[in-house]
């Protein structure tokens, strides 16, 4: 493993990721507010076909095209495939609806389902410092959809459907969309927990190729045509800048980063996703985050990336037992 190669290739990958928001607002400028609402689903479809395509081009590149055709296919790299697009498609659709930084946490509670799949379906073990942390972004998630808030010097309760304003006129449904995403995103994890024994470069073409299947077929529901159609040159420029950059150079620098680093590394690099995108939503959108959406966030991030440190640092503390241990052993 080359780590400085890694960590710069994950730097890049989770900027392009963090992205996703800038570019999607950019691609759906002049479209109407009912056509922002499907349009996810179309602009998904782009990134996943552009991802697609690169790994299609590195099975060939790095002769892996062997591997593919008798590496046997099972429901759990389907599923993983389906979830992501689903995920993406839902995002996209969630940061032009509610503000940047509200989609970007949403989609980071899924660790949170991933691990609730996890307890119910292989009966993995939550131990007590785990379950606190998940506790976290179960809270941050409900500060972050306002269904826990502050007004008037007070802690209220419940989904207020009425929180749209003019400048997120469905707001309320983005931030749906957004939890969507998280949840989309947790069973993507969790599929992806089988066939660990499978190339990174076949399952990563047989992800793209279900996640194309999965985001057609939600245009096909949503029917995001009328918004499509009416796209410019400026509005398609902005789109291919989304299927690029979010697509092939991200995903791309995300599997030279996996060949580079251990998981728990990447895991703490992709948190730089979030940065990203709070910053670009500040900068190009003046959004501000209020006290309790920043609350909820930060309950979000430290949830999620708490376990990773904590992993991190009882690696760490077992290697030095080991190698204290050897030592001792040592005539």
Request: glycine share 12%; aromatic share 14%; hydrophobic share 50%.
């Amino acid at each position: 493993m080359n780590k400085k190669l890694g960590a710069l290739a994950m730097v890049l990958s989770a900027t392009g990721m963090g992205l996703v928001g800038t570019l999607s607002r950019g691609a759906t400028l002049g479209l109407a507010t009912e056509d922002k609402s499907v349009i996810g689903s179309f602009l998904a479809f782009g990134r996943m076909s552009m991802g697609l395509i690169g790994f299609t081009l590195m099975l060939f590149m790095f002769k892996k095209t062997g591997l593919f055709r008798t590496t046997r296919l099972s429901p759990a790299i389907a599923m993983g495939g389906i979830s992501i697009g689903l995920s993406l498609g839902f995002y996209i659709s969630s940061t032009l609806m509610t503000s940047i930084a509200n989609a970007v946490f949403l989609i980071y509670t899924g660790p949170l389902f991933c691990t609730i799949l996890a307890r119910i379906f292989r009966k993995e073990k939550v131990d007590l410092i785990n379950g606190f942390f998940l506790f976290l972004v179960f809270v941050g998630m409900l500060l972050t959809i306002q269904i826990i808030n502050y007004e008037n010097g007070s802690l209220t309760f419940g989904l207020d459907l009425s929180t749209a304003s003019a400048e997120y006129p469905r707001k309320p449904l983005g931030d749906l969309f957004g939890l969507l995403s998280g949840v989309f995103y947790g069973m993507a994890l969790f599929f992806n927990g089988y066939r660990k024994d499978v190339d990174s470069f076949v399952r990563g073409t047989w992800n793209f190729a279900w996640a194309v299947a999965a985001t057609a077929c939600m245009s096909l529901i949503l029917r995001p045509w009328h918004g499509v159609s009416t796209f410019t040159a400026t509005n398609w420029a902005w789109a291919f800048g989304l299927f690029f950059f979010c697509g092939l150079f991200a995903l791309g620098f995300l599997v030279v980063a996996g060949r580079n680093l251990p998981a728990v590394e990447m895991s703490t690099i992709s948190y730089w996703e979030c940065v990203v995108a709070i910053i670009c939503g500040f900068f190009f959108f003046k959004e501000t985050l209020t006290p309790m959406g920043a609350l909820g966030g930060l309950l979000i991030i430290g949830g999620g990336f708490a376990p990773i440190v904590v992993d991190a640092v009882n690696r760490r503390r077992e290697v030095a037992a080991g190698t204290g241990a050897t030592a001792a052993q040592t005539p």
